[in-house]
């Protein structure tokens, strides 16, 4: 069934295109930037909030997790970033005023574009069963309403408690606690369709589900491999590093079926060079691979420095660290012996030589970092192929010593911080104990429900409330249509939000709107102003706090909800201190400290600039707390996605004018879009021999292994140079496509970077976005 593309918006969607760029920032960057924080907050609130991004005391940039160096910059922040915090910032608001004049069925019909350009929530609103809009309701109401419905389940199992990972320390580790009390570890997250497979992969070969990297290792690093990942767009502040790291002699490997513009030249705006010369280019080698044949390539690679070694290259392979600290090397190297030419190149789509290359390259560096996101976690053997990435790493001695170790670079702001507090469906029995030893109720013990099996329970009507901390979990999630209807079979969906999106108009028989702060806000309570933690990327936790006046007078912060909501739906069983949880959120952290290692005084050290670093087994003292107490050489089948005839790979991935499903605008600079988002990417063989022209419309239907189909239309040619035999297009548009039991092996993330589609000429749109 194809999918109808939501009509009625002002906006057109009429793509134009021209040649893709051959570098990133620079000049054009720093005027979009500030063209975009104008718009939406005009010149004297840009100017005072920009300043205050990502230093000392000011806020934590709500864009991605990219750490912040020691002495920040006077101007940390990037075009992405100055974006992101616009969005928040904006002057503009949705009032109830705004609901009256907008009844549910109409905002449903409009694109998530339009519905993010609104403004800021400023009222809690709910839409009654029945009911054409949201009206206004007290905070009061409001949370009765969420205790009634909660207890009115057969089971705290009916619950779902979701979280986006822009969510505090402070507000993450309350929430967890309010689901665990009220007694489900249905806590499913943003990283079940993000990281997930690095965590599950990182945590069976090292020990702990996180990078091993700081800073100074990507300065210190001979070779960094970036494996997909698009920092140019994602994290651009990342780019920095990386120049600084060439300035130091490293080399750079880019592997990824596009050539990115911020992978291939990096302008610094904050050096002359940058601004108004050449800037520096960053890749040496671009491997451009196959989508999902990175677990070939890193297996070959293997194979050939072992050989080496064998050869008599003693250097090859780190034999002592092999030896002292790893489990599993023969079976790997056994397995890894067997890998074969002929089905490399049929993965990678790479040519010998290259491959050739890069193991000189490898053999030529002593210190080595692997950077990777999405190109390498949204696949169905993603475990596996994080798993050789490690492999690769550990066989000579990569990990555990300055300038080399895994770098799984993080979306959400911070994600890895909320993983830390407790939002996890997967709780250890050691975090549980000590949330029973700290706040004495015995916590449930069973495994909850990730992302893909909370829409499967939404569907079959096993779960009956849906609440979410933050994100905009129908846009975001795979199978749109599937996870839409799942929705509506809900009793009552809760959105904790700063910005109207698709998820307050998919809802189900009752649903909430709960408008909250942002990071750039004052947040005061009845001991004062407070702020908050984040950790990044690296486990750097460090402080926020924002200095805005709140968006609207009725906002309460995150913390404040979840508490007040507890206290609602607990009532008299809690012995939990949430009112004085509300008031000082240093009590917050006060029990983190008691309950999760690393935290240990954490007031005090959090509060020195640049905050604290997490301790980190492998990373500090080549420790690894796996099931061996070694780090884990593992082995699996080589698998790659295969594309029968006439069919081509397909990825969904971001343009450089959104976040996530938040889009800023129609462009994708880099990759010389502009005006539209509803294109597709092909190399121009592959669309000439499917009979595409340059400009052509073609409808995307994905194919799936049951025999069911699903179409997302309309969509413009754009003969670009990827990889033979892949495309690309944005998310969430394409989310459509994604079926819901296309996921990863054992991280059960959905598939997004790997679709088997055929194009079918279609007749040019005249739609909008
Ligand atoms: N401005 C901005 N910043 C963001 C976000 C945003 O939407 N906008 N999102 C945040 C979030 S939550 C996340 S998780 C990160 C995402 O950061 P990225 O992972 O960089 O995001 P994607 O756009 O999904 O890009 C995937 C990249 O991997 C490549 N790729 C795809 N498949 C493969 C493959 O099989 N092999 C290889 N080697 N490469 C492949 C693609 O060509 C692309 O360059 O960014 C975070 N930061
Ligand atoms: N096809 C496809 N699907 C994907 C991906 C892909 O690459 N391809 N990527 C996946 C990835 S990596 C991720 S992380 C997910 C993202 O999934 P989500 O995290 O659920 O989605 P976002 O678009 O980041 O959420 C945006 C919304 O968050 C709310 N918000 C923003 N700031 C705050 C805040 O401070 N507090 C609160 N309470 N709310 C706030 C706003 O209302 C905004 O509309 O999507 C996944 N889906
Ligand atoms: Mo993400």
């Known amino acids: 069934m194809p999918a109808k593309p939501p009509a009625g918006d002002p906006v057109q969607d009429a793509p134009t295109v021209g040649e893709p ?40 940039c709500p864009g991605c997790a990219w750490p912040e160096p020691d002495k920040p910059h006077a101007a940390e922040f990037c075009e992405n970033g100055a974006k992101a915090v616009a969005e928040e910032a904006t002057v503009r608001r949705v009032t109830p005023e705004f609901f009256a004049a907008h009844p549910v069925a109409e905002l449903a019909e409009r694109s998530g574009y339009w519905l993010g350009q609104q403004g800021r929530l400023t009222h809690p609103m709910y839409l009654a069963e029945g009911a054409d809009g949201y009206r206004p309701i007290s905070w009061d109401q409001a949370f009765d309403l ?20 822009r969510t505090s320390n402070e507000a993450a580790f309350l929430y967890q606690l309010f689901a665990r009390e009220f007694g489900t570890n249905n806590l499913p997250d943003c990283s079940n369709m993000c990281h997930e497979s690095s965590g599950f992969a990182l945590t069976e070969t090292l020990g702990v589900g996180k990078g091993s990297v700081s800073l100074e290792d990507l300065h210190r690093a001979d070779l960094i491999i970036v494996a997909g990942q698009n920092p140019g767009t994602n994290h651009p502040r990342m780019l920095s590093a990386l120049e600084k790291a060439k300035a130091g002699g490293a080399r750079i490997v880019t592997v990824n079926p596009l050539p990115e513009a911020g992978l291939e030249r990096f302008r610094n705006p904050q050096t002359p060079r940058g601004l108004a010369g050449p800037g520096t280019a960053l890749t040496d080698l671009f491997l451009q691979i196959r989508l999902g044949g990175d677990q070939a390539l890193f297996r070959m690679l293997n ?6 070694h064998a050869d008599g290259d003693a250097a090859a392979i780190d ?16 397995e890894a012996d067997e890998a074969d030419w002929a089905e490399t190149l049929r993965a990678t789509g790479l040519d010998r030589a290259d491959i050739e ?22 696949h169905k053997h993603s475990v596996p192929t994080i798993r050789e990435v490690v492999n690769f790493l550990l066989l000579r001695g990569n990990v555990g010593r300055p300038g080399a170790g895994v770098c799984p670079v993080r979306g959400h702001s911070n994600v890895q911080g909320d993983r830390t507090m407790g939002i996890v469906e997967r709780p250890t029995p050691t975090f549980l104990a000590a949330i029973e030893r700290e706040f004495g109720f015995t916590p449930p013990a069973a495994h909850g429900l990730d992302v893909v099996d909370s829409i499967r329970a939404l569907r079959d009507g096993r779960v009956r409330v849906f609440f979410a901390m933050g994100g905009n979990f129908v846009a975001a999630s795979p199978d749109t249509q599937v996870t839409e209807d799942a929705m509506r079979r809900a009793r009552l969906t809760v959105h904790v939000s700063t910005k109207l999106n698709r998820s307050h108009c998919v809802t189900g028989a009752r649903a909430l709107i709960l408008p909250t702060l942002g990071r750039t806000e004052r947040d005061t309570q009845a001991a004062g102003d407070q702020f908050v933690t984040v950790e990044d990327s690296m486990g750097i936790v460090h402080t926020s706090r924002g200095r805005l006046r709140p968006a609207g007078d009725a906002l309460l912060s995150e913390p404040a909800i979840v508490c007040r909501l507890a206290r609602r739906v607990l009532g008299e069983r809690s012995a939990t201190p949430w009112e004085e949880f509300e008031a000082d959120y240093r009590l917050i952290r006060d029990r983190v400290s008691r309950v999760i290692p690393g935290f240990e005084d954490f007031e005090a050290r959090v509060a020195r600039p640049g905050g604290f670093a997490l301790p980190h087994g492998p990373r500090d003292e080549r420790r690894f707390p796996t099931a061996t107490g070694r780090a884990n050489f593992t082995t699996a089948p080589v698998e790659h996605p295969v594309a029968p005839e006439g069919r081509l790979l397909l990825q969904t991935l971001r343009s450089h004018d959104q976040y996530n499903t938040t889009i800023y605008g129609l462009d994708d600079r880099y990759r010389g879009i502009a005006k539209g988002r509803r294109v597709v990417l092909v190399h121009p063989e592959d669309a000439t021999a499917l009979g595409l022209a340059d400009g052509d419309y073609a409808d995307l239907t994905s194919e799936w292994t049951d025999g069911t189909e699903r179409t997302a239309p309309g969509f413009r040619v754009v003969h670009y140079p990827t990889a033979r035999g892949c495309a690309a297009a944005y998310y969430p548009e394409t989310n459509v496509l994604v079926p819901l039991d296309s996921t990863a092996d054992v991280s059960n993330t959905p598939t997004s970077k790997s679709l088997v589609v055929r194009l079918t000429p279609a007749a040019r749109r005249t739609g909008t976005t």
């Open 21 to 60: 760029k051959h570098s990133a920032v620079g000049l054009p960057a720093i005027g979009q930037a500030l063209r975009t924080a104008q718009r939406q907050m005009g010149v004297r609130r840009t100017a005072l909030t920009l300043l205050r991004v990502n230093q000392h005391g000011g806020f934590d």
């Open 146 to 165: 969420v205790a009634e419905e909660l207890r009115a389940l057969g089971t705290p199992d009916e619950a779902v408690f979701y979280t986006s990972g």
């Open 303 to 308: 194979k050939l420095i072992l050989a080496r």
């Open 319 to 334: 034999t002592a660290f092999i030896d002292e600290h790893t489990h599993g090397f023969e079976a790997f190297a056994k």
């Open 357 to 378: 290359r890069a193991l000189e390259l490898v053999l030529d560096s002593r210190s080595i970092v692997v950077c990777w996101a999405m190109g390498l976690t949204q």
